[in-house]
């Protein structure tokens, strides 16, 4: 499966609402949809600049309710086509501890994700989102049309 399109995309994340993530490393289970969005939030507090890696944050839950069991790689492959490679790399590396120490994106991905999980703020609601989730896929679209064109 590849996400082809922004309103794609929202509607899987919408669709996580109300479900709940299995229980990891002894933590209880949550609510996918307002991890995603808690995630995504604390990354835009901590490294605002940085979009892909609070759409990495926002979007890693949509594989645990398509792909339960190993979801990292398939949610890479889905939104790659849309959201471009570093998104891809940033979700698949996600589930790989052993990753972590050597790449700050991914220390700050996980620190995020980790917080999310125990931390209650109100992160907004998925709509907004939607601006940050279209540039991103418009840059990438530019992006692989520059590339795709190179000899």
């Not at 709509?127 to 190179?150: K, P, Q, Y």
Request: charged fraction near 30%.
């Amino acid at each position: 499966m590849e996400l082809r399109s922004v309103e794609e995309l929202m509607d899987l994340l919408y669709t996580c609402r109300g479900e709940r993530s299995s229980a990891e490393h002894g933590s209880e289970p949550v609510d996918l949809h307002g991890h995603a969005l808690r995630t995504a939030a604390l990354l835009r507090r901590r490294r605002p600049a940085d979009k892909e890696l609070q759409v990495a944050g926002l979007v890693s839950p949509v594989g645990r309710l398509l792909w339960p069991g190993n979801p990292a790689g398939r949610t890479a492959d889905a939104v790659r086509p849309l959201l471009g490679s570093r998104v891809a790399r940033l979700v698949r590396r996600h589930a790989h501890p052993d990753a972590w120490a050597h790449d700050d994106d991914l220390a700050s991905l996980r620190q995020a994700d980790e917080e999310a999980r125990t931390t209650v703020f109100d992160a907004g609601v998925l709509e907004d989102w939607r601006t940050i989730l279209e540039l991103t896929a418009a840059r990438h679209s530019r992006l692989g049309a520059v590339d795709f064109r190179r000899p």
